[in-house]
């Protein structure tokens, strides 16, 4: 059977990822494409454990490093458990979030070097990378402004400045820049049917090239 799809959607806060998902997630299915939606930090049992602390806002003081090894602990738990076997039976991984999100958050928002990442990387994942990224990018002040009206209580990360959601962003549209092949940016400053076009043409393209 042919190897599945791996495809990931990121983004900072308030950019429509939950949205957009449901969005993919219906594309993919009305194209008759085996479907699996997973998220991380989760996933699995374990990582889903390790999302409740990792998001928990009343977590006393997280290190950083502790921080990442958690995400990598949650992610190693993930890629052999549910999204290699869920590639090699050929299904069209979607998942809200990955890697890119570490090298954002903890690498761009935390400070994190790079390259202790990229060891993490290696380990955990060895060549595995995702087929697509999908990037909602937006204006930070526009995103967190969309994040609060929403009525959930703001998460530990959630709580963060403004600054470490600039360097977030920053780190992402890096990511993009140095991997043009597999990122699609969309503009998500833009209204729902015209982020929703910019989605279902990456889509509709690596369908395509996979017919
Ligand atoms: N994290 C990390 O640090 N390191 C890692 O390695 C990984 C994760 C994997 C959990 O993420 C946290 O873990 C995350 C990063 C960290 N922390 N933060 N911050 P999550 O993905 O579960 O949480 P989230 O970032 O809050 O994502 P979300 O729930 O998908 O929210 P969203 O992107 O804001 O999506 P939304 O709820 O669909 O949209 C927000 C609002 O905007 C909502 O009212 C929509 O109706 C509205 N919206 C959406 N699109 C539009 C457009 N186009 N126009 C106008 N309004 C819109």
Request: proline share 5%; with cysteine; aromatic share 6%.
């Amino acid at each position: 059977m042919a190897r599945g799809f791996f495809l990931t959607l990121e983004g900072g806060e308030g950019a429509g990822k939950s949205t957009n998902l449901r969005f993919v997630q219906s594309c993919l299915e009305a194209a008759g494409k085996p479907v699996l939606m997973t998220r991380e930090p989760g996933g699995t049992a374990l990582g889903e454990a390790l999302r409740a602390v990792l998001l928990d806002a009343n977590q006393s003081p997280v290190d950083p490093l502790a921080e990442l090894l958690m995400m990598f602990a949650a992610r190693a738990q993930h890629v052999e458990d549910v999204i290699k076997p869920a590639l090699a039976e050929g299904y069209w991984v979607v998942c809200d979030r990955f890697t890119d999100a570490t090298y954002a958050y903890q690498g761009g928002g935390r400070g994190l070097p790079r390259d202790t990442i990229a060891t993490l990387e290696t380990m955990v994942q060895g060549d595995l990378r995702p087929d697509l990224t999908i990037l909602l990018d937006l204006p930070v002040a526009v995103g967190m402004q969309r994040a609060g009206a929403r009525d959930a209580a703001p998460d530990r990360i959630e709580q963060e400045s403004q600054d470490f959601f600039e360097r977030v962003r920053a780190a992402y549209r890096e990511r993009a820049q140095q991997f043009p092949q597999r990122y699609c940016v969309v503009d998500a400053s833009q209204d729902l049917p015209a982020v929703q076009s910019g989605i279902r043409a990456a889509l509709e393209t690596v369908m395509a090239k996979r017919s």
